[in-house]
């Protein structure tokens, strides 16, 4: 999967889970500035296990600042797909 | 095959179970529930169930026969460990305003009164005890499970409902996933006539202190009995196989030396030298595999300290019984795929909030104390979304939306 798959994917998980704009979304935004608390962030890393079919440990998650900070650990923790 | 035919068998008469066998019925689904201990009796322990799931008893009418049993806490307490002062303080019956905010009581109820109510709701027919599961075996489009007692049966779902240390779920995931947490507690169930010491002995109360706390609540339906649960940062690792192990009857008094004389009275009261192990569920990917699904503490068993390992299991429940009665038996992927998606969400918020909430009751005397006691003082305003949270407006809520409840 290419990184701008990656981020639409995560783009669609904010959308579905948080009712985020995906105008509004890009890689540098913190998620607070979306208007994320820790208990939605926490939906929505849940919500992107399952899309990726990987999962995100807790302590991992609770350092994810930016969108960016999800979009990169999934890049690393996913296994190639060619 | 309408979903009505669907052939459900249970793993665990449980809370959850129990619960989901009832959830069934209600949306016009049968099923057979399996239960390895020969009789249904718990030992020594309660629970606080909580609006999210009296709610759904209220609707099956069983919330009369759960208040006579039950005794509800006048307030929500934190305590220092040592002096007993009130650090804080907030009104549950009192004023009534736990079910003026949440619209379903707070409920302290001996399992074994909750277990009772609700196999006897169901039908105790439906309940086979002594159905030790000891295989799972797919056969084309249903699944043998074969007991200890030599008993086959057949079903077109299988729901593991068996606890944390679930036999169903090492089916599932192909893995042992409990996590022991490095705390274990003593527990007990007293009389409250011989707690002299105990101030607002009918109150929900944690008395916090370093490296432990001890958390009580009354029941029966005149609060004549006091629940107590003693949580301890020791040992470093369990090495029994079963999750609790016998200690030496000095152990448990020992381990709160110093502390007020309402918590040494209580834990010496209960004469109880059994330490309980404290375990998780590490967070899971997948909750089914083929026709096998988990629920309660099998999916994701959770420290106590928000006291929802059973209300959860309940929400779970509900859900579970929305989901299958919408599915078809060659099309289970697509409700067990909805019903994980709904139900990881919110337990892992409640799981990874217990963890949090476990270090907090533990500190010492000092800063850090201080601020977890301006926390404390704000709990009803930060956790009310675990209280408030309603399972058949989330299935309604869903895309596509589950029918909330059952048409009539």
Redesign the interface.
Known sequence: MSHDETLAGITEVLAA?ASVDASDVAPEKTLAELGLDS?TA??VV??A??RF???I??DEAARFRTVGDLVGYLERAAVPAR | MAATDLRVAIIGAGIGGLSLALALRERGLTADVYEQAPELTEIGAAIALSANSTREYARLGLLDELTAASTIPTELIYRHWRDGSRIAAHPVHNDNTYVSRFGAPYLGIHRADLQKALSGAFGVKYVHLGCRLVNIIEDNNAVVVEFANGRVEHADIVVGADGVRSTVRRWVTGADDAVYSGTSAFRGIVPTDNLPSLPDPHAIQFWMGPDAHLLHYAIGGNGELVNFFAVVETPRMWLQDSTVADVHEDVPIASFRGWHRAVTEMIRAAESPIRWGLFTVRPLLRWYRDRVVILGDAAHGMLPHHGQGANTSIEDAFALAAFLTESRSDDLDTAFVRYQTMRRARTRKIQRSSWVTSSLLHLPDGPAASVRNEKVARVPQDFGWIHDYDVQRALAALTPPVAARPSD
Request: net charge negative; glycine share 8%; no cysteine.
């Open positions: 889970v208990m926490l939906e849940v919500a296990e399952d079919g990987l999962l440990p807790d």
